[in-house]
């Protein structure tokens, strides 16, 4: 059976997962926190949590609620900032057989052109995703992939200052996600991944408070699978470049879907935080939904209810 999946395609080193299985931004650490509970160098690739050029407290608490079938979450990007990052992940991830994506987020397109920068020819790191979705940070985030010509600027500026293959996430509080998606792929990502969280908030009505310190958070868990299925359906219909589907992703089923609406490779988030084993979980099942179904490469699937 090949699970083997390029996300690069165009990309002079390319980038080859042996997997699709991809763990999602800011759910998994630095990969680190969770290699003592399984083996996590059977998954496709680890993205580790949003990083910024200066290390970032985050929001004021409470910063996590559950929601019927979901999470809304307000972290604000806590990270420990590139430099520390470049100096005390890195040489591990350089040890390691899942390749490592550092997921970049900036304030503004210059501090996404020096985060590239100083992330590139670092080893340890295979890839970027850059983050031009988050809700939850006060200047840029989610402005900048909400409309074309900001997504296709920030993507252009990561382009021209790294190596590496550029993955781009969007976000899914966006009335035009496929004119989002086109512009983000001429400007030149390798790849796209979609969708961060969706905008949501909850009150508490005894207090008359919201419940987020923020206010405002992000939606992410099983609510929004089928929100997040149709925008990759749609993109994938929409652009040549590998799509990476995330939201909501609990199952090798639910990942199956996602391979069928189109995308190449997935990514499992919340579902770590209920079962940190999660990702291995949806692997196998992918596994054996392939053996069951005759299925001898798992590109026969990607796109098949598009057929
Ligand atoms: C607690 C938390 C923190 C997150 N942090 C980031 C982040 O730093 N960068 C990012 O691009 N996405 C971040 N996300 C979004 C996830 O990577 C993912 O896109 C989203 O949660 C939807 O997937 P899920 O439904 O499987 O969780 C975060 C999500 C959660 C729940």
């Given at each position: 059976m090949n699970l083997s999946v390029q996300l690069a395609p165009g990309h002079e080193k390319g980038l080859r997962l042996a997997n699709p299985v991809m763990t999602a931004s800011g759910t998994f650490g630095y990969g680190t926190e969770y290699s003592h509970l399984f083996d996590i160098q059977k998954l496709g690739a680890i993205v580790c949590k949003g990083t910024t050029l200066k290390p970032r407290d985050g929001n004021p608490q409470p910063r996590l609620v559950e929601t019927p079938s979901g999470l809304l979450n307000s972290i604000g990007l806590q990270n420990i900032g590139v430099k520390a990052l470049i100096r005390e992940k890195a040489p591990i991830w350089a040890k390691w057989r899942v390749p490592v994506i550092v997921n970049i987020a900036g304030e503004t397109v210059e501090e996404y052109a020096t985060l590239a920068k100083e992330l590139d020819n670092v080893p340890g790191i295979s890839g970027?995703?850059?983050?031009?979705?988050?809700?939850?940070?006060?200047?840029?985030g989610?402005?900048?992939?909400?409309?074309?010509?900001?997504?296709?600027?920030?993507?252009?500026?990561?382009?021209a200052n790294t190596h590496l293959p550029v993955l781009v996430k969007l976000t899914p509080n966006t009335g035009e996600i496929t004119r989002v998606a086109a512009a983000v792929a001429e400007a030149g990502a390798d790849a796209i991944c979609l969708v961060n969280t969706v905008r949501g908030m909850a009150i508490d009505i005894y207090t008359r408070q919201t419940l987020l310190g923020n206010g405002t958070g992000g939606l992410s868990g099983p609510a929004i699978k089928p929100i997040a299925l149709a925008m990759v359906y749609e993109v994938a219909g929409s652009v040549e470049l590998p799509v990476i589907g995330c939201g909501g992703i609990t199952s090798g089923s639910d990942?199956?879907?996602?391979?069928m609406a189109g995308a190449s490779a997935i990514q499992v988030g919340?579902?770590?935080?209920?079962?940190?084993?999660?990702p291995?979980?949806?692997?196998?099942?992918?596994e054996q939904f392939m053996a069951r179904e005759g299925v001898k490469d798992i590109s026969e699937l990607v796109g098949a209810a598009r057929r």
């Open positions: 970027l995703e850059v983050n031009i979705s988050c809700p939850n940070i006060g200047a840029g989610a402005e900048f992939g909400l409309h074309p010509e900001p997504a296709a600027r920030v993507t252009a500026t990561v382009r990942a199956v879907e996602f391979i919340s579902a770590s935080f209920v079962n940190p084993r999660a291995l979980d949806v692997l196998e099942g992918i």
